[in-house]
């Protein structure tokens, strides 16, 4: 089963970390990866809930959190004919503040395929949204994630 996996260390505690891990809905403003992020349904993310995504060029997915430990990790899976991605988020404590590991994993009938074709881009895509939420994370390491900044520096919603 093709895939990667990727670890940044971040100078926050584990819960400051987590906040702007899971708060999808401002993935844009935080992750230059990601154009589009809306939920489809309301509250904290939970076993179930679904995340629509628009990457640059990636096709638009429809992402469901399987598993979830509050304040420690998620995972969520997309699927589409012949491929099943899986992304998982893990925030752990550190000696320098916390490690946010990012792992996803391509499986199914055209998983080969599908690695092949977007391997090199998908890397840079992990790689990239692990420096991303260690930027926003330590812009402002104690305030509430509301008001962490987006790439611009802005902590407008």
Do not use: N
Not at 49 to 78: C, I, M, N, Y
Not at 121 to 149: D, M, N
């Amino acid at each position: 089963m093709p895939g990667l996996q990727h670890s940044v260390t971040i100078a926050a505690p584990p819960e400051r970390v987590w906040a702007v891990v899971a708060d999808v809905e401002r993935w844009p403003e935080r992750i230059p990866t990601v154009d589009e992020a809306e939920r489809l349904d309301q509250g904290p993310l939970v076993v179930g809930s679904r995340t629509r995504l628009k990457q640059p060029r990636l096709s638009e997915a429809v992402w469901t959190v399987t598993e979830l430990t509050d304040g420690t990790s998620f995972t969520w899976v997309s699927k589409s004919p012949g491929v099943t991605i899986t992304g998982g988020h893990v925030v752990e404590p550190h000696a320098d503040g916390s490690r946010l590991t990012l792992t996803l994993t391509i499986s199914g009938p055209l998983a080969g395929l599908g690695w092949l074709m977007t391997r090199s881009l998908t890397r840079r895509y992990v790689e990239t949204e692990g420096a991303s939420i260690k930027k926003a994370v330590e812009a402002y390491p104690t305030g509430p994630s509301s008001q962490a900044p987006g790439p611009s520096g802005s902590s407008e919603k």
